[in-house]
């Protein structure tokens, strides 16, 4: 299921220059940590066709930022990251697919390649032992 970005989170970096939040207190953006900002702890952001026993658990992962030049121009793309999910739970972006209006739809793959590099994870399973597993999640940038 594709997670929607909002034009919101690309506001935040505009209001991030205001803030004056301590750099222990920034997401990977560079945006205070926000419930807004945030995908839920445990939702299902890995889509993967290994087999497990226990599916990977998201920790914390914060939303991708809305690329600054698309959302002043309204512009809407989306980007499919392929990852992978160490035995550690750190993971590892293999690969961004994006689509959008202009050829600056790159920039969508690109911060949410960033975003997906951050993310954390207990990770998936066989057998009681824990395993890497491929993952792949899709982000769509509207309004």
């Known amino acids: 299921m594709p997670t929607l970005c909002k034009p919101a989170a690309g506001i935040a970096l505009a209001l991030l220059l205001l803030s004056s939040a301590q750099a222990d207190e920034l997401d990977v953006f560079g945006r205070p940590f926000s419930e807004k900002n945030m995908i839920p702890a445990r939702s299902n952001v890995c889509t993967t ?67 997906v590099g951050s993310w954390a994870f207990a990770p998936g399973q066989r057998a009681g032992v824990p395993v890497a597993v491929s993952c792949a999640i899709e982000f769509v940038f509207g309004f």
């Open 49 to 115: 066709q290994d087999a497990l026993d226990v599916r990977p658990v998201l920790l914390r992962g914060v939303q991708p930022l809305y690329p600054i030049d698309s959302l002043l121009s309204h512009q809407s793309g989306s980007a499919i990251i392929r990852y992978r999910i160490g035995e550690d739970g750190k993971t590892t972006v293999l690969s961004a697919d994006t689509k959008g209006e202009s050829d600056k739809r790159k920039w969508f793959g690109n911060h949410a390649m960033i975003a």
